[in-house]
Nanobody
């Protein structure tokens, strides 16, 4: 099991930026793809970004593509989500999670996601 702790959320005006961090501890972090998700009030959880275990591949949902960027620093066991051009509809609790399988092919990670070890989430609120 990997313990994940998200941070970096807060209140920002529309058009602003935030950088979320997801610090991992426990099980080896480097062999797993990582994902970012969000849940807005009254809505289902949304899969918004993923990064391969090598860091060489990334994927984004249409709702955030071009505005958000995921990255990882395996030496620091941390995954980041840079969020730019934020919109009020980005308001949600943001979570990171670990892909269940070690070194899962990235095409599988994005088409048949199976994530585990969820963090506690960090609130992002974007005011208009």
């Amino acid at each position: 099991q990997v313990q994940l702790v998200e941070s970096g959320g807060g209140l920002v005006q529309a058009g602003g930026s935030l950088r979320l961090s997801c610090a991992a501890s426990g099980r080896t972090f480097t062999n797993y793809a990582m994902g970012w998700f969000r849940r807005a009030p009254g809505k289902e959880r949304e899969f918004i970004a993923a990064i391969s275990w090598t860091g060489g591949n990334t994927w984004y949902a249409d709702s955030v593509r071009g505005r958000f960027a995921v990255s990882r620093d395996n030496a620091k066991a941390t995954v980041y989500l840079q969020m730019d051009s934020l919109k009020p509809e980005d308001t949600a609790v943001y979570y990171c999670a670990r892909e269940r399988g070690s070194r899962t092919p990235f095409v599988v990670v994005t088409t048949n996601p199976d994530f585990t070890d969820w963090g506690q989430g960090t609130q992002v609120t974007v005011s208009s």
